[in-house]
């Protein structure tokens, strides 16, 4: 399959083009944009193919789509700003920024437990519903007084998307600004990027519209299979609040209404040069802007989960540090000391501190573990740098 590619690299990343080119094989109804920044400029400027394929409507430079949980590498970026500035710290705990957290023995579950997914709260126990996710406080009301599902200290177990809003409340405490303003003025502003935590009613038409390969679907549908309860299954859909898939064809993550919420464990919507610029902005100086210092990067991505979780998994394992997902046979970035996040469905958004690389790839569809999309570009990239 030929397909026509737009944009710019700089002159010795041409074998990227080829890789990029290469993603799209076989997937007729796919747009994808990536974006490489690097000591701060940009190398590579990538897109092509559709951002809905109902309509035919193309994929541009600027189209932005879901980012999945790419959304808590932002989050977590935030947190270690607070870190930063000393209105945050790792080994506190979360109770002394939010005193209601301590309900039902998580009184000591610090900060940087919760960043690491440690505060046993992957999956509510209660069934949460559309009406409940997109309140912001009832949800986290709900997680606030909930038991955790296993001891602490004991082990980790992915927070797919109570991440995000347990995160998200401690900087509402410290910052008295929901997470998406926040994010707003400390870094989508001032970057000058096309990057929401809840999307604008005045943006919605330029979002692209996701589609999930059968491969995926065959997944989760093997997932809610298993018998109750299953709780990495119900960290993913909260009970009866999304698809098993996370998108339909109008529903989840393809709803506005979801979108315009604040869902910060998995609710971000950006392009490829937002997640690019934004991660370059992490460890070396874009567009004006220097997000963390070397410090913190240091504290923020020493290991702190790795290995198999309190719930089980087949290998490869993810590693995190202070929210930040690391380098891993999970996900493999361009070399070890790299952090970002990568999403569902194939978005990857990470930075390399050694080399000063942002990198940035969003496509609208969505794969599961055959997905070699961003490993192949990164395969290409890495000898190049």
Request: charged residues 20%; glycine residues 12%; proline residues 6%.
């Amino acid at each position: 399959m030929s397909i026509a590619m737009n944009g710019t690299v700089a002159p010795g990343f041409e074998p990227v083009v080829q890789a990029f080119e290469q993603a799209f094989e076989g997937h007729p109804a796919m747009g994808a944009g990536l974006h490489v920044v690097k000591d701060g400029e940009s190398v590579i400027n990538l897109w092509a193919g559709v951002a809905d394929a109902r309509t035919g409507r193309p994929w541009t430079e600027q189209t932005p789509s879901v980012v999945f949980s790419c959304t808590k590498g932002l989050v977590s970026i935030m947190a270690a700003r607070l870190v930063q500035e000393g209105r945050l710290d790792y080994d506190a705990p979360v109770a002394g920024y939010w005193p209601e957290f301590a309900a039902a023995g998580k009184g000591q579950v610090t900060v940087g437990q919760a960043l690491a997914h440690q505060a046993g709260l992957s999956a509510p126990r209660a069934d949460l519903t559309e009406d409940d996710i997109v309140d912001w406080d009832r949800v986290v009301t709900a997680l606030a007084e909930q038991e955790p599902l296993w001891p602490l200290g004991t082990g980790y177990a992915y927070h797919a998307l109570t991440h995000g809003w347990v995160v998200g409340e401690i900087i509402r405490r410290v910052t008295g600004q929901s997470v998406g303003s926040y994010f707003r003025g400390l870094i989508a502003d001032p970057l000058g990027v096309n990057a929401w935590i809840g999307l604008p009613a005045d943006r919605a038409d330029e979002a692209a519209h996701l589609q999930v390969s059968d491969p995926l679907s065959a997944l989760w549908a093997e997932e809610a299979a298993k018998p109750a309860p299953n709780w990495p299954y119900k960290a993913m859909t909260l009970g009866t609040a999304l698809p098993a898939d996370l998108v339909s064809a109008d529903e989840g993550f393809n709803k506005q209404r979801i979108r315009a919420a604040e869902i910060p464990g998995a609710g971000g919507i950006a392009t490829a040069e937002a997640l690019a610029t934004i991660w370059s902005a992490t460890v070396t100086p874009t567009r004006g802007v220097r997000l963390i210092d070397d410090g913190v990067i240091a504290r923020a991505t020493r290991t702190q989960s790795q290995g198999v979780s309190v719930f089980g998994g087949a290998p490869p394992y993810s590693r995190w540090g202070y929210g930040f997902q690391l380098d891993s046979a999970a996900r493999r970035y361009l070399a070890e000391g790299n952090f970002g996040h990568d999403g569902a469905g194939g978005q990857v958004g990470f930075a390399d501190p050694e080399r000063r690389i942002g990198f940035g790839f969003v496509t609208n569809w969505m794969m599961g573990p055959e997905d070699q999309r961003a490993t192949q570009i990164l395969d290409a990239l890495r000898p190049l740098v």
